[in-house]
């Protein structure tokens, strides 16, 4: 009898799966492929699913942008002071606050510094917070203070503290702040690289020249304006009032556009598309592959073993032992492989190259290929066993 696992099915099993064995082994190799590509489209999956909450964080709660072209654009392509007065005075119910970005090559690094001209009113739009100083103030905005406030990873790199001086391109700085942003990731920075903060990024005054920059005739104006709502409702309608009061002002808004959480949502539901038709599409043809072959093999191997069938039906095996034989190979062989195919993406995800895409690696991720895996071998045993279940014992010693 059989009916429970034990040692001796244990031997029974890896016994029958060494018959065919270099059949065994690519049906095996074909469902770890089709696990690992489970895994990392599970973990992706999960990643974009928990980042777009984090992208929310990184534009602002409740907060729109209105981007103009990068620092290199043409002037008239640029957002002027003009619009940023023009929707600071007419929506009473937002914050509203600009940024004008600069790259600035620094003297004694090797790395350039994100320069951000921006306004007393961007940590608070942006819901980030001091972690130490303070962050620009309007004295800073009406006196042309030299002051910058840094980012928390730039202090951590180069070594700025607040009350020290810094030269930013022989300009001499003092910094009065140190503020936490949310990092961006490259899932942000992919899809709105323009409202994406960069670790080596710093704060100061826009109404300070920016005599950093090589070309003196650039114009001054800014590339991004960030408006905030109090909740969703106003958000839109803040979103709508803007438009309309930039189309008043310029009838051409055809440069401009527009980055709110619903877009950037959006943009991870194509990546997560991308993500499901690549990694999905890969882990369902090994899987088609690997059940094709493993149903063969376990077909072959009750073709082969029909006098050991019979044997064992004469010796007071009933049916469903004999096909709890053949449902117990192919679930050894369905999980065996499953749970390779897990650690090989598990390793690759964690000591190999790092994906252009965010992975989460929870419970669900470590599960699913296992799922699979066992429900693969089911599916794929139940024909077979049937059909050795089916077998009677003169049938099968006719063939000794």
């Not at 489209?41 to 981007?67: D, E, N, P, W, Y």
């Not at 961007?122 to 130490?132: F, I, M, P």
């Not at 093999?297 to 039906?313: F, H």
């Not at 790092?354 to 895996?373: F, R």
Request: hydrophobic share 55%; charged share 20%.
């Amino acid at each position: 009898m059989i009916a429970r696992w034990d040692k001796a099915l244990w031997h029974d099993v890896v016994a029958g799966l060494k018959v065919r064995a270099g059949r065994t082994l690519l049906a095996a190799g074909a469902i770890a492929l089709g696990a690992c590509a489970l895994t990392v489209l599970l973990a992706a999956v999960a990643g974009l699913q928990a980042h777009t909450v984090a992208i929310t964080r990184v534009l602002g709660s409740h907060t729109f942008a209105v981007l103009g072209a990068p620092p290199a654009g043409t002037p008239r392509d640029r957002l002027q002071a003009a619009q940023v007065d023009l929707l600071a005075a007419n929506l009473p119910e937002a914050r509203v606050s600009a940024v004008r970005r600069d790259l600035v090559a620094m003297s004694g690094h090797d790395l350039t510094l994100d320069l951000l001209s921006t306004d007393e009113n961007l940590a608070r739009v942006r819901g980030w917070s001091v972690v130490d100083g303070r962050f620009l103030d309007a004295g800073d905005l009406a006196y042309g203070e030299r002051n910058i406030v840094i980012t928390r990873a730039l202090a951590r790199q180069w070594g700025w503290r607040v009350g020290q001086v810094v030269d930013v391109r022989q300009v001499p700085f003092t910094v009065v702040g140190i503020v936490d942003t949310p990092p961006a990731g490259l899932e942000v920075t992919a899809l709105a690289p323009d409202i994406a903060v960069r670790d080596l990024s710093a704060f100061v005054p826009e109404s300070v020249p920016p005599d950093w920059l090589s070309n003196k005739a650039a114009p001054w104006g800014v590339d991004a304006i960030y408006v905030r709502a109090d909740d969703d409702a106003t958000l839109a309608g803040a979103q709508q009032t803007a438009l309309h009061l930039l189309q008043q002002a310029d009838a051409d808004t055809s440069h401009l556009s527009w980055v709110t959480p619903a877009t950037l949502a959006a943009g991870l539901d194509q990546l997560r598309r991308l993500v499901a038709a690549v990694a999905g599409g890969v882990s369902l043809l090994s899987l088609i592959l690997g059940a094709i072959t493993l149903v063969s093999l376990m077909v072959a191997n009750v073709q082969d073993r029909v006098a050991e069938i019979g044997l064992r039906r004469s010796f007071g095996a009933e049916p469903r032992d004999v096909a709890m034989l053949f449902v117990s190979e192919a679930l050894v062989l369905t999980l065996s492989a499953a749970a390779t195919g897990l650690v090989a993406a598990v390793l690759l995800l964690k000591l190999g190259p790092k994906l252009p895409l965010p992975v989460e690696l929870d419970a669900m991720t470590l599960l699913g290929p296992l799922v699979m895996g066992g429900l693969l071998g089911v599916v794929t045993a139940w024909w077979p066993a049937r059909m050795a279940a089916r077998i009677e014992p003169a049938q099968a010693l006719r063939r000794v």
